[in-house]
């Protein structure tokens, strides 16, 4: 056992993987990031690691954080995409928060989370949080209705992230924090202008017929098959749909982080399967989970990490 | 049955679903189009859809198509992206080609296959041909080999594109055009500084544990699992492994659009798991697979469709 890790003597290190011992650099490829850079002097203050879609929220969410905790960059320094040079994701550092373009669905979710977890680690960053903040369609609510998630689970409906390994299933259990649930639902606000709900999401692997619309190119299933399927998830608790939370629950999960998953709905699936809500009206949705998310940020900001 | 919907009338139509007849306007949500715009007008003369990884890649790409088929944008027009109020993928028109980024995984594969094989529809295109030009592990060939896939795989061996659609699965076969590979290795040029080798792609779900890497976070299996799962892929003829190309080949089979997978390798998997090549040559051999299907598209392209 060499003296940099601590993967297997330690059952709370965010790895568990001795073969990490055996390298000499490692490159953390799709962040452009590697071991020969100083990631403690890098990212060791990083508290909230928030991740989300698309390159540009997750900017604009950088943007909206360092307004609300009041982070000022060093003059002459402007905030800039650390990844930029890997061309995969995008990622802000706002003094102890780091925001994240995660892409879509497990795959690209599950390159992020693990990626960010070998970061953590070398960077010895101290019981960081982990968020989603992501978009959906849900079973029931409105649109702009915001779903934290208090459960995930496969297509299937299976509470687990399962992908081919070695040529064979290995299965993790996708797991939410409870804690952190009740903490966010604490910071819902009587004046906050949206309504924020809680239940079991199902993450698809696809955003057609794998969420059970009828719009797609190929679709061989009824109105009526569709409808009976949404109402027998609404019956077992599942209030939502989206591509990305079991892998982030399950790896995170596995890692001991604490994380949680906080959606926007975009449309109530149980009216219909398109989304044609204006782009305004969805871009001042999409800010209500991050609301919710940098609330928490600030009430949990030690004084000396602004 | 409308008139507009050919879908279920017409064996040789790229959408087969009869529930397209219902709607009054089709949202592709994350192209950022819709049948409220002349899709006709804007599209109808797109040939070849060729599809990759990375927002940068896919605009350099466009670019150099622009310059290898001498296409001229009217004055004052700039080449721009086209589905970038969405902010999901990068898409590109240089006359008869479309340059579209898709992210990494099936699932943002699957979301961007579909909405382009509804836009061919919609657009009435005539017979185009869709290609990946991607990166990839290799087993047993060195970076910057250029592998066209003749077939491809999930991570269970299996040459089909599975997903859970209404809570079961729902397979389709993975099928790529045998022809297509046939035109493309004889545009190989023996002066051509990089080699050209076809064989089965495996799909994978994950770029550690899921392409049997070492060196995620987490791993339970050993260095002699992994070699002894790579030497059995190698005995089946797969050669290499990435993750987009069972859902690409799935659904462009379903659509009866031709396609071809062409990749370059970044690193040979039974040296290591780490793509620690400099960027720079990284750079260089992500133009490989490029200047093939460049090739094929100047040799493919009429006199009125620059």
């Not at 960081?128 to 208090?150: A, K, L, N």
């Not at 309504?195 to 061989?220: H, I, N, W």
């Not at 939502?240 to 975009?266: Q, R």
């Given at each position: 056992?060499?003296?940099?890790?601590?993967?297997?003597?330690?059952?709370?290190?965010?790895?568990?993987?001795p073969?990490?011992?055996d390298l000499?650099e490692?490159?953390?490829y799709?962040?452009?990031l590697?071991?020969?850079?100083d990631?403690?002097?890098?990212?060791?203050?990083?508290k909230?690691?928030c991740?989300?879609?698309t390159?540009?929220?997750?900017?604009?969410?950088?943007?909206?954080?360092?307004?609300?905790?009041?982070?000022?960059f060093p003059?002459?320094?402007?905030?800039?995409?650390?990844?930029?040079?890997?061309?995969?994701y995008?990622?802000?550092k706002?003094?102890?928060?780091l925001?994240?373009?995660h892409?879509?669905?497990?795959?690209?979710?599950?390159?992020?989370?693990n990626?960010?977890?070998?970061?953590?680690?070398y960077?010895?960053c101290?019981d960081?949080?982990?968020?989603?903040?992501?978009?959906?369609?849900?079973?029931?609510?409105?649109g702009?209705?915001v779903i934290i998630s208090?459960?995930?689970?496969?297509?299937?409906?299976k509470t687990?992230?399962?992908?081919?390994?070695?040529?064979?299933?290995f299965?993790?259990r996708?797991?939410l924090?409870?804690?952190?649930?009740?903490?966010?639902?604490d910071?819902?606000?009587k004046?906050?202008?949206?309504?924020?709900?809680?239940?079991t999401t199902?993450?698809?692997?696809?955003?057609?017929?794998?969420?059970?619309?009828?719009d797609g190119p190929f679709?061989?299933?009824?109105e009526?098959?569709?409808?009976?399927?949404?109402y027998?998830?609404?019956?077992?608790?599942?209030?939502?749909m989206?591509?990305?939370s079991?892998?982030?629950?399950?790896?995170?999960k596995a890692?001991?982080?604490?994380?949680?998953?906080?959606?926007?709905s975009?449309?109530n699936?149980?009216k219909g399967?398109?989304?044609?809500?204006?782009?305004n009206v969805l871009?001042?949705?999409?800010?209500?989970?991050?609301?919710?998310?940098?609330?928490?940020?600030?009430?949990?900001?030690c004084?000396?990490?602004?």
């Amino acid at each position: 056992m060499c003296s940099r890790c601590v993967c297997s003597s330690q059952d709370d290190s965010f790895v568990k993987n001795p073969h990490l011992c055996d390298l000499k650099e490692d490159h953390l490829y799709h962040l452009s990031l590697n071991t020969n850079m100083d990631l403690e002097e890098m990212f060791s203050d990083v508290k909230f690691v928030c991740t989300g879609g698309t390159a540009n929220r997750m900017r604009s969410f950088a943007e909206y954080v360092a307004q609300e905790i009041g982070h000022q960059f060093p003059t002459g320094v402007q905030m800039k995409n650390i990844s930029a040079p890997a061309d995969r994701y995008s990622m802000y550092k706002v003094g102890p928060v780091l925001s994240v373009s995660h892409g879509m669905g497990n795959p690209s979710m599950g390159i992020l989370t693990n990626e960010l977890i070998k970061l953590m680690y070398y960077a010895k960053c101290k019981d960081p949080i982990f968020f989603r903040i992501g978009t959906c369609g849900s079973i029931g609510h409105e649109g702009g209705t915001v779903i934290i998630s208090d459960d995930c689970c496969d297509g299937f409906l299976k509470t687990s992230y399962t992908i081919p390994v070695l040529g064979k299933p290995f299965e993790r259990r996708a797991q939410l924090d409870q804690g952190l649930i009740i903490e966010l639902k604490d910071l819902i606000d009587k004046n906050d202008n949206f309504k924020v709900v809680s239940g079991t999401t199902m993450c698809a692997e696809d955003f057609y017929e794998g969420q059970g619309r009828l719009d797609g190119p190929f679709c061989k299933f009824s109105e009526e098959d569709k409808m009976q399927f949404l109402y027998r998830l609404s019956g077992k608790g599942i209030i939502n749909m989206e591509m990305e939370s079991t892998a982030f629950a399950a790896l995170t999960k596995a890692a001991g982080i604490k994380a949680s998953v906080v959606c926007v709905s975009l449309i109530n699936r149980l009216k219909g399967d398109q989304v044609t809500t204006p782009k305004n009206v969805l871009d001042e949705w999409q800010k209500r989970p991050q609301v919710l998310v940098a609330r928490y940020i600030k009430k949990n900001l030690c004084c000396s990490c602004k």
